[in-house]
């Protein structure tokens, strides 16, 4: 009978706790306790719940003072808010819809944790120190968070907390865990120092997404390192410390509407990946590094891109098989688009590329494989393009007001220029000693103030197209070839400087000063091509003429000579009536006649 009544005794006891949610701890960190190893390999915090499918274990200080038997299925935070204590998870005092989390939350397999307008405000200690900082992580689990601010909170009541703190909290989700984020705000989250944690983060083989969401002032804002078929669809990242996102060796990642402005340091980054991977729509604004870098990446795809504002446009490293498509960049302090890194071969359709006055809009560097860039504009920078990479085109591209136009440097080799409309700046092309292998065709220089087309460049080749209004309009200071090629509208022609050999085939000349000047030494053979100008042929080298050449002055201007004709007549005819009449008396007004103007 007396051990009837204790069996019937503890099963009453046992009814009334699982009724209650409150399960008794074991003894204080008890012998291969899972939730005491839990903690161990979490970094040991002043406070941790474990949260699992079956019960949930509080956990101070290495010891386990309480457990609780949880709902089945998803169990939505505001669960633990009720359960927990104030010291753990729970409800603000004076709002209801507030919750505050004074514990490191670990998440263990097959757990899904709720976060949603239930708690529609969730605040999370950064406590005085690592240890008493919080932060919410696990792995094989799920973390779905919906229409929330998920805020960090200072010990003295700041909020966010401080950049500096050192138990600022952090998202992350590891191996094989899922975690979305829908129609929420994340401020203030990642921790610095040397256990540095960005605000969320997609860790190894994790998925999940983000939708609609806001990212504020984080140390980082979103972090993918490794993680597998994360959805980033209209997202807006703002004011990192450092980098607004990095999406760093993951894979199948999809990013749609992207928006990173105002970060300390690059406002998208890109370290490997997948092949072959788009992004669509991603906006960068007054970001203090690069709008957006992408390094080692093979078939990368940008389709319209937006840059403004930032420290440099968009920067694509050791990328091959990359095309960036109508990539518009507004105002960057260093380059609007750059390509580098052994391997890459980057093609760059129709872009859109405006500066300052600074920087450069497109510059290809040495050691690319190649690249391609077609149609756009590019104006207002102090160098339109810069070619100092081999195997590189740029054809139908506008450049307007940019001090150079195209400087083609370094080392390069094998560099077309085709079809290019260079309008204003000080010199239009130029191509440096050093460099072979240059080609231009049909290009159009108007309006350079200094220099139309300067070559150091041995064995250019310049075919078609016009260079009009410069002061010089070609100067040749190198082997070079010239054909089919239209100058006017300058003081000076063509300019070969001392021992220059070249050749020019169907030119057309015409200047207001000196047609072609050939320095000591210097030698150009001239066939089929006119020379009109002042001086046609002035200097100490020589000018061999082949075939139909034609060395002349320069047309009369008929019209002019006509209105200036005119112009004399006019004034001869009135200086002659004013000769017949200087005799002539002036007419007087009758005495009688009285004048009240």
Not at 25 to 54: E, F, K, M, N, Y
Not at 286 to 292: D, E, K, M, Y
Not at 438 to 457: F, H, P, W, Y
Not at 526 to 532: E, F, I, P, Y
């Amino acid at each position: 009978m007396t051990h009837l009544r204790r069996v019937t005794a503890a099963a009453a006891a046992l009814a009334a706790a699982l009724a209650s949610g409150v399960l008794a701890a074991p003894s204080a960190g008890a012998a291969g306790d899972p939730d005491v190893a839990a903690w161990q390999r979490s970094g040991r915090p002043d406070r941790l719940v474990v949260v699992r499918p079956h019960a949930v274990g509080l956990v101070e200080k290495g010891k386990v003072v309480r457990r609780l038997v949880p709902p089945g299925g998803v169990m939505p935070l505001s669960w633990l808010a009720t359960r927990t204590g104030k010291q753990w998870v729970a409800y603000d005092a004076h709002d209801r819809s507030t919750v505050r989390i004074g514990a490191a939350v670990l998440l263990a397999p097959d757990t899904i944790v709720r976060v949603d307008e239930r708690t529609r405000t969730v605040l999370m200690s950064a406590g005085r120190s690592a240890a008493s900082g919080t932060w919410i992580k696990g792995s094989r689990a799920a973390l779905d968070i919906q229409g929330v601010t998920l805020s960090s909170v200072g010990a003295d009541g700041t909020r966010p907390a401080p950049a500096d703190a050192p138990g600022r909290p952090y998202v992350a989700m590891g191996t094989k865990g899922r975690l979305d984020i829908r129609d929420s705000t994340v401020e203030g989250l990642g921790r610095g120092g040397d256990t540095a944690r960005s605000g969320v983060t997609w860790g190894r083989l994790s998925t999940g997404s983000v939708t609609g969401s806001t990212f504020d002032g984080n140390l980082t804002g979103i972090r993918l390192a490794g993680s597998s078929g994360v959805t980033l669809k209209d997202v807006s990242v703002t004011r990192s410390a450092q980098d607004g996102v990095v999406l760093k060796d993951d894979a199948l990642t999809t990013v749609s509407g992207l928006t990173a402005q105002s970060n300390g340091r690059r406002g998208v980054s890109l370290d490997g990946g997948p092949d072959s991977r788009t992004l669509t729509g991603v906006v960068t604004r007054g970001n203090g590094g690069a709008g957006l870098r992408a390094v080692a990446q093979r078939g990368l795809r940008l389709e319209s891109p937006a840059s403004q504002g930032d420290r440099s446009g968009i920067e694509l490293v050791r990328c091959a098989r990359c095309t960036v498509q109508e990539p518009t960049v507004q105002g960057p302090e260093r380059n609007a688009l750059r390509v580098d890194g052994a391997g890459s071969h980057v093609t760059v359709r129709r872009p859109v590329l405006s500066g300052d006055g600074r920087g450069t809009g497109v510059r290809l560097e040495p050691g690319i494989e190649g690249a391609r860039v077609t149609g756009g504009s590019v104006g207002g920078f102090s160098h339109g393009v810069v070619v100092r990479g081999s195997h590189t085109r740029v054809m139908g591209v506008s450049l307007a007001g940019n001090r150079t136009g195209v400087a083609v440097g370094g080392r390069a080799g094998d560099v077309e220029l085709k079809g290019l409309l260079v309008v204003g700046g000080h010199t239009g092309v130029t191509a440096a000693r050093g460099t072979h292998g240059v080609v231009l065709s049909g290009i159009r220089i108007n309006g350079a103030t200094s220099k139309g087309l300067v070559s150091a460049s041995p064995g250019l080749r310049a075919v078609g197209g016009a260079v009009s209004g410069a002061t010089t309009s070609v100067v040749l200071r190198a082997e070079a070839e010239l054909k089919g090629l239209a100058i006017d509208e300058t003081h000076r022609g063509v300019h070969l400087s001392e021992s220059v050999r070249a050749t020019g085939r169907d030119l057309d000349v015409l200047a207001d000063r000196r047609g072609i000047q050939t320095d000591r030494g210097a030698r150009l053979d001239l066939t089929d091509s006119r020379v009109r100008a002042p001086r046609a042929l002035t200097g100490d080298g020589q000018v061999e003429r082949h075939g139909q050449t034609e060395i002349s002055l320069p047309p009369v201007p008929w019209l002019g000579v006509a209105a200036l004709g005119a112009l004399l007549l006019a004034v001869l005819l009135q200086t002659v009536h004013q000769v017949r009449h200087r005799r002539t008396p002036r007419p007087k007004v009758a005495a009688h006649v009285r004048n009240t103007v």
